[in-house]
């Protein structure tokens, strides 16, 4: 099969390799998927990069976690009738070197996923770690018809997903951005109303959006940039936490014992069994209703993945970045 992979840790132009890779065969338990597309993450370039040290480093690595394709053979264990079936595939590098960057990936069943054949292949290489994301935060975040919502990042492959979940549970999303365009993105998943943090002061306008309310939830991509909007929850506030910056951060406290607080941190590689099975009915049912909308901001073929992951890492598209293959 061809295959993307990296000897070690660094730049993507100086370490990424392109070639022939042995077929996997799918043992006990396993479907092997025949990719047609993969999605880039930050986890992604992150983990080709070395930002999570050599010691996470599994030697040669075909990376990425997210993808989509047709199972093409199944392991001993697995109903042959899953042949044929389009999917989505989670968790594909996470703790193993085999990732979706790859014509072929030999994985556990339950990490193959049916896709409706309304949902195209790079669309589904977006689900993954987004998606899932997504939804636990806003389990997490209790969510209520009603309730003010601020989605961290709006222009993100999380917050775009985020704000459509909060909405399907009526709520009224606020998001934060930083320029017309990412705002332009975030009301188009369904935000009521964008704040552009380097431009307007964040609590000002929430106090202006909510009457002086405050917010319900907060759904928060870098808890470490933003810990001091803890302050601008109600009594009851709800946090979901799925990133941070810096392995240290300071929260006001007093606020958040006197109003009650809840923070919330999710790590989506590591979901307990029974919320996954939940969020991933969770998110096949809207699926199949086709009730979300999938942010697809640029293609890559395999040949040109280096250029992929450099767009991630500059941040240079708005949407998802996806390989095909």
Request: overall charge neutral; aromatic content about 4%.
């Amino acid at each position: 099969m061809k295959a993307a992979w990296y000897d070690d840790l660094g730049p993507a132009r100086d370490v990424m390799q392109i070639g022939n890779w042995p077929d996997p065969v799918a043992g006990p338990g396993e479907v092997l998927v025949r990719l047609r597309a993969s999605g880039v993450n930050p986890s992604d370039v992150k983990s080709r990069g070395g930002a999570f040290g050599r010691a996470r480093f599994l030697g040669r690595t075909i990376p990425h976690s997210d993808g989509a394709g047709d199972i093409v053979a199944v392991g001993p264990g697995v109903d042959a009738a899953r042949v044929g079936e389009r999917v989505w595939v989670w968790n594909g590098q996470y703790q193993r070197p085999m990732g979706t960057a790859a014509e072929l990936i030999a994985l556990p069943a339950a990490m193959a996923v049916k896709l409706p054949n309304a949902v195209s292949y790079e669309a589904g290489a977006c689900l993954g770690i987004p998606a899932m994301t997504a939804a636990q935060a806003v389990r997490l975040c209790q969510i209520e018809p009603g309730d003010q919502v601020l989605v961290s990042g709006g222009a993100g492959a999380v917050a775009h997903y985020a704000i459509q979940l909060a909405k399907l549970r009526g709520a009224r999303v606020l998001t934060t951005i930083s320029g017309a365009a990412k705002a332009a993105h975030a009301m188009a998943a369904g935000a009521d109303a964008t704040i552009n943090y380097r431009t307007e002061n964040v609590a000002e306008r929430v106090a202006a959006l909510t009457a002086g309310q405050g917010l319900d939830a907060i759904v928060e991509m870098d808890l470490g940039a933003n810990a001091s909007q803890i302050g601008l929850l109600r009594a009851g506030g709800r946090v979901a936490i799925y990133g941070v910056t810096g392995a240290e951060v300071a929260i006001p406290g007093r606020a958040s014992l006197q109003g009650a607080v809840s923070l919330n941190f999710l790590y989506v590689y590591e979901q307990k069994p029974t919320l996954r099975a939940a969020i991933i009915r969770e998110l096949s049912n809207l699926l199949a209703a086709g009730r979300l909308v999938h942010a697809v901001g640029a293609r890559f073929p395999l040949a040109e993945i280096a250029a992929a992951h450099e767009a991630v890492e500059q941040a240079s598209v708005i949407g998802n970045v996806v390989v095909t293959l």
